[in-house]
Nanobody, 126 residues
Framework: QLQASGGGLVQDGDSLRLSCAAP????????RAWFRQAPGKEREFVAS????????HYADSVKGRFTISRDNVKNTVYLQMNVLKPEDTAVYYC?????????????????????WGLGTQVTVSS
């Protein structure tokens, strides 16, 4: 139900924009998030955004470089990634969870999300 796209192979310092679409289902009243998982590591939080877009959270490792945004008309969430580093290399996953009417709801824990999409690979070469 969630489809992530936009990954690829880039060089150190480059930018990418990931998209997460949800064809066939409306996620406008859901918190949305991006997580990533590198080989041999656990899935980790990257960024989240409330259904209204008013609240966002970022992992310390991406603050100032990544920006999460959403377009509820297009039912899509984006992750703009600038100044990419080799340590950003991972499979990126998008997730969604029902906000229960809470405008500020944007969990940062992997267990806070019920809906997941297949990932998109991001590889940053040095």
């Amino acid at each position: 139900q969630l489809q992530a796209s936009g990954g690829g192979l880039v060089q150190d310092g480059d930018s990418l924009r990931l998209s997460c679409a949800a064809p066939g289902r409306t996620f406008s009243r859901y918190a949305r998030a991006w997580f990533r998982q590198a080989p041999g590591k656990e899935r980790e939080f990257v960024a989240s955004i409330s259904w209204s877009g008013e609240t966002t959270h970022y992992a310390d490792s991406v603050k100032g470089r990544f920006t999460i945004s959403r377009d509820n008309v297009k039912n899509t969430v984006y992750l703009q990634m600038n100044v990419l580093k080799p340590e950003d290399t991972a499979v990126y996953y998008c997730a969604a969870d029902w906000a229960k009417g809470n405008n500020d709801y944007a969990p940062t824990d992997v267990h806070g999300y019920d809906y997941w999409g297949l990932g998109t690979q991001v590889t940053v070469s040095s």
